[in-house]
């Protein structure tokens, strides 16, 4: 654990708001790297959007703000000279609708991160080829790369959607039920695909699913709608080992929730 | 309505719709819609017969012949084709850009509390008469280009490049009546490219966002390619607005109907404004005849843009094709 | 370890400047709004006076110490623009609105998509043509130029302006008030007459008000039928003057005296094309809260 320091991430007191509303009880834990973090919970527990706080892309919704720190290691990612674009290409995020850019191949998908930050086209090329390949979904794409990637199918966009991200070789990996939107064998790919990126990276995912939690994450957090407060928000009601959590849930609402009579 | 009935055709929907005693009801709107398609037909069908004598004396090739003198039946309305189009070209040239910058202004940057005062603004442009553009580009927007604009540009660029040539005395002239036409159809263009830009996806502007792209990256990456078949339906609205614009281009043209001159500086005519201008008071039924040809084309070349640009416009805004269902 | 791109200076410069790219075309848009409407109101303001409202045209006259005499005022163009577009909203509004009944209640089928692309070709349609047929089917039949050739035109523009917004507005009627009332075994035209036109009634005004906005700023197709007039007259069926052919004509003179009544007429005509528009959007948006 300390030799990876560097690569984990510590939120502080994360406090996300929607103007006035604070959509989530303060917010204090670590994503440990190389390491697979889940977070579960009901609709509306907030999880999303504390996820999205990561790699400040919460901000981005007119009228939202972040109050609190999110650390990389030892760097405040809403410290005074950091900048959203910075935090965002280190931190990637797949997101729970396989987005694929529409207009351009899957190539293109794949390098657009890198094109941005105007790599030699020699390095696009390895690069992209390299990153579908960790992606597994080299051999199902090698022969029409100029194609659009719209052809793909649900499961093959997602993992295209993962190679755009490792393809900027980032720190931290977040994704926002990334299943959500697939069939249980795309589902399964993308969870062995999971298992493979945690030897690298430090990897967050936010899930519906009990059920996947359980089988691909180190750690768990679980959130819940706090509704002893006038307007309801999220909370983080307990986290801890992945096996702990769904044996021997020590709050009253995760036993609820995981036994299914919550949620 | 139902989801149901969009795959039904006509007369099954028509059937199930009057069964209970709706038959006049129905028949009643019915009749009305068929009106309003009549309507159009009409419209193509007595141009096309009110220019018969034209059409039988000189075909579609005096569009493309100068010389425009009724009293002779010399009619040439190749200037008149000429001066529509290039102040046209003109307007789009101008409006077309600015109108996509600010429709991606109002629907990407701009601070939510100002988003609806500024649209209601640039749509305040639309609603305004075009006899009132025309009277301020006589009284006001003239004099100004004339000496602002015109004299500086004809005795530097001018002196070389044929376009920008004076004289400038006159004032009136064709690259006015762009600037004006550009300012009423920018309020068109605007409010398509937003409600093109209003489709895009959050996704897709997600997407680049996460790779760490800037705004101006977002909107460049992912924004506009998909947006871009709509935003040219919608340049291509806006010429058809410019092309059957008459009366601003009728007051500050000036009224050259016979020549093609190389400058932008010189009067011109347009279709429109000719029509308007002659019609009214025609010598005879030939006179009449033509100027009712000009019309027909007019009423064509409009009509060919818009289904083209409406094709483009629906394509985009009922939802792309090949999207993941979740 | 969060580090930028080593290009990211250059991109923030471009992302910088196309930002100000925009705000600047933004605010370019609105100077000629500004001028325009300033224009038109200070200079139009100055020439407002009692006897515009009240009197029709008079020549101007030389007197012997070289002042010219008043101009007269608009009335003629007032009470004709008022006949004209009135005329043209009685043929308008029927047609316009039952064409936009048969869009809402029957939505999804060809004729309806055939209905909906004619209206959008009408609303595109150059206003002069729209004048030109007007001119063929009237004027040249009668030999006359007449306020009713002008309604037929203006009639011909609004049509597709009301059958859009009373299609727009009778769908945004709740489908819960028409079931109830079909649930009785109301037959659809009653539930349509009693139960969703009235409840809809806000909405086909904003179409009407909408469509006057429209008619009485047009000009071009007025020049074919109308022709124009320079003495009151309260007969459809002859030539009459109407407010946006006066600011054409005094546009055109070469007396200052007429100039300033086309400023004045231009003012009374913005003002009245521009309140209209604005009391529509304050119906609807009041209706769609």
């Known amino acids: 654990m300390a030799k990876n320091e560097a690569n984990s991430i510590h939120l502080q007191d994360l406090k996300p708001f929607y103007g006035s509303f604070q959509a989530v009880a303060p917010v204090n834990t670590t994503f440990a790297s190389r390491a697979i973090t889940a977070m579960i919970g009901p609709s509306g527990c907030g999880k999303s959007t504390v996820i999205r706080c990561i790699n400040r892309l919460h901000e981005n919704i007119p009228g939202a703000r972040v109050e609190g720190k999110v650390l990389l290691g030892e760097q405040n990612l809403y410290g005074r000279e950091m900048e959203p674009q910075a935090v965002r290409r280190r931190i990637g995020m797949v997101f729970q609708q396989p987005n694929p850019l529409r207009m351009l191949s899957i190539e293109q998908n794949v390098a657009i991160g890198l094109k941005l930050e105007g790599r030699p086209k020699k390095e696009l090329a390895e690069r992209v080829e390299a990153s579908l390949r960790r992606a597994a979904l080299w051999d199902e794409v090698k022969d029409k790369l100029r194609e659009s990637s719209l052809a793909l199918s649900g499961g093959q966009q997602q993992r295209l959607c993962i190679a755009r991200t490792i393809a900027l070789e980032p720190e931290v990996i977040l994704l926002d039920e990334p299943c959500a939107a697939l069939d249980p064998i795309s589902t399964l790919k993308i969870e062995d695909l999971l298992l493979e990126l945690k030897q690298q990276y430090t990897v967050v995912i936010v899930t519906h699913n009990m059920q996947q939690a359980a089988r691909i994450s180190d750690r768990t957090l679980v959130f819940m709608v706090d509704t002893s407060v006038a307007r309801p928000r999220g909370l983080m009601v307990e986290e801890g080992e992945t096996l702990q959590i769904f044996t021997a849930p020590q709050d009253l609402r995760t036993q609820d929730y995981i036994s299914g009579r919550v949620g | 309505m139902s989801q149901k009935e969009e795959n039904s055709s006509f007369y099954e929907v028509w059937q199930r719709r009057t069964q209970h005693g709706d038959l006049l009801f129905g028949w009643l709107t019915l009749f009305f819609g068929l009106v309003v398609i009549t309507l159009v037909f009409a419209i193509g069908y007595v141009v096309w017969s009110g220019s018969a004598e034209a059409r039988d004396r000189f075909g579609f090739g005096f569009l493309f012949q100068t010389g425009w003198n009724p009293v002779k039946h010399n009619f040439g309305a190749m200037p008149a084709i000429y001066g529509t189009l290039v102040s046209s070209l003109i307007a789009v040239t101008l409006a077309g850009p600015l109108g996509i910058l600010i429709a991606v202004f109002l629907s990407e940057l701009c601070p939510l509390h100002l988003r609806n005062p500024l649209s209601f603004l640039i749509e305040l442009l639309a609603a305004i008469p075009s006899v009132i553009y025309g009277m301020w580009g006589v009284f006001v927007f003239i004099p100004f280009f004339k000496s602002g604009i015109a004299k500086p540009l004809a005795s530097t660029v001018g002196q070389w490049l044929p376009l920008f040539a004076g004289p400038v005395a006159a004032g009136r002239g064709v690259m006015v009546a762009g600037i004006i036409l550009a300012i009423m159809i920018l309020p068109t263009i605007a409010a398509i490219a937003r409600e093109i830009l209003a489709v895009v996806p959050n996704h897709q502007r997600e997407a680049l966002l996460a790779v760490g792209a800037t705004r101006w990256e977002m909107i460049w990456y992912g924004v506009l390619p998909y947006s871009r078949a709509g935003i040219v339906g919608g340049i291509m609205l806006g010429l058809g607005r410019a092309l059957g614009e008459t009366m601003a281009a009728l007051m500050v043209i000036g009224s050259a109907k016979s020549t093609i001159e190389n400058s932008l500086f010189a009067p011109g005519i347009t279709a429109a404004a000719l029509i308007a201008s002659e019609l009214p008071n025609a010598n005879d039924s030939l006179h009449e005849s033509t100027l009712i040809l000009i019309a027909l084309v007019l009423f064509g070349i409009t009509l060919i843009l818009n289904i083209l640009a409406r094709l483009l416009v629906w394509q985009v805004s009922r939802g792309p094709v090949g999207t993941i269902r979740a | ?289």
């Not at chain 3, 005004?205 to 109308?226: I, K, S």
């Open chain 3, 1 to 289: 370890m969060i580090t930028q791109a080593s290009n990211y200076k250059q991109r923030k410069i471009v992302d910088q400047f196309m930002r100000g790219l925009m705000v600047g075309a933004t605010i370019l848009a609105l100077i000629p709004l500004f001028l325009i409407l300033g224009y038109v109101i200070f200079r139009g303001a100055s020439s407002l006076s009692l006897a515009f409202f009240t009197e029709a045209y008079k020549a101007p006259q030389m007197s012997l110490t070289g002042d010219v005499q008043s101009a007269g005022g608009v009335l003629h163009g007032i009470v004709g623009s008022i006949l004209i577009v009135g005329a043209s909203l009685l043929f308008a509004l029927p047609i316009g609105i039952l064409a936009g009944v048969f869009l809402a209640e029957y939505p999804a089928n060809s004729v309806a998509t055939t209905v909906r692309f004619a209206t959008d070709v009408l609303s595109a349609a150059p206003s002069i043509v729209v004048g030109v047929v007007a001119y063929i089917l009237i004027v040249q039949r009668t030999k006359q130029f007449s306020g009713l050739a002008g309604s037929v035109a203006l009639a011909v523009l609004m049509i597709p302006v009301i059958t859009r917004t009373t299609e727009e507005i009778l769908k945004l009627v709740p489908h819960t008030v028409r079931e109830a009332a079909i649930a009785l075994g109301t037959p659809k035209w009653k539930t349509t007459f009693t139960v969703v036109l009235p409840a809809a009634t806000s909405g086909i005004v904003t179409g009407a008000l909408l469509a006057f906005a429209r008619a009485t700023g047009e000009t071009a197709p007025l020049l074919l039928t109308v022709l124009g007039n320079n003495n009151l007259g309260y007969s459809l069926l002859e030539p009459l003057a109407a407010l946006p052919l006066l600011t054409y004509k005094y546009t055109e003179m070469p007396f200052p005296e007429l100039n300033d009544l086309a400023w004045g007429t231009a003012l009374v005509l913005t003002g009245l094309v521009l309140s209209v528009n604005l009391l529509a959007r304050w119906a609807t948006r009041s209706r769609l809260k």
